[in-house]
């Protein structure tokens, strides 16, 4: 059985306090994107994961879709299965791939082994996952809050304008992001300037960690700079970064060989 876990872009992203768990709280408007990882499983008779396409760092049992098997194996006794993960994703880049691939490994043992688990618990079991994973299971354009978990629905129509996501193979960590960042008193309401003209997007709709980021890796400042200066209307670092996206109009073209890029129709 076969699934494709997506990633998401952030429309603003404000932090506007710290939780008593030690977490913060964050605003943000979530957009899904059809850029995905590919994510496999068959039953097997012993547990075992392989991955390929970009590499992926750390030990496998880090990997949230391994967390996310073992989490519903505890409560449904799941025989084992076979995994394979095909990276295409880039990691530490703001875009919740990992946390797409662990949602997805949710729904897809769902499947597999007719469980049904119902669409609210299986954000309950992605919430345990981290924080942006809930989103992915409905995987729709949402408003979101808390620490990623409190998740509803938005209409953002960005159907027929084109994206352009430029990464810089910079690895942001969370340590990094978090490090510095000062709560927002942004009075800015994310679900009203969203319904307004998009050109008001660009002096309303922010991304509070850019003030942690930029001023330690000046490229990541430059990509969006450069977006604008190419058309974009509208620029951002989505989520802790370092990945920019430009909207546009009309088709940009490729322009940075050394990093990844991605365009595509929405």
Known sequence: MVIFPGCKINIGLNVIGKRSDGYHKIESIFYPLELSDILEIIPNDIFSITTSGLPIKGDHSDNLVVKAFYLLQDKYNL????????????????????????????????????????????????DELGSDCAFFIRNEPAFVQGKGEIINP?????????????????????????????????????PEVIQTDISNWKSELKNDFETTIFPNHGEIEIIKADLYAQGAFYANMTGTGSSVYGLFNEEPKKCYPNYFEWIAKL
């Open 154 to 190: 938005i209409e953002v129509d960005l159907k027929g304008m084109y994206i352009h996501l430029v990464n810089p193979q910079i690895h942001i960590s969370t340590q990094e992001a978090f490090g510095g960042i000062i709560p927002s008193d942004n009075n800015v309401t994310l």
């Open 79 to 126: 025989p084992p299965v076979k995994i394979h993960l095909h990276k295409l994703v880039p990691m530490g880049a703001g875009l919740g791939g990992g946390s797409a691939d662990g949602a997805a490994m949710l729904v897809l043992l769902n499947n597999l082994f007719e469980l049904n688990i119902g669409l609210k618990e299986l954000e309950i079991f992605a």
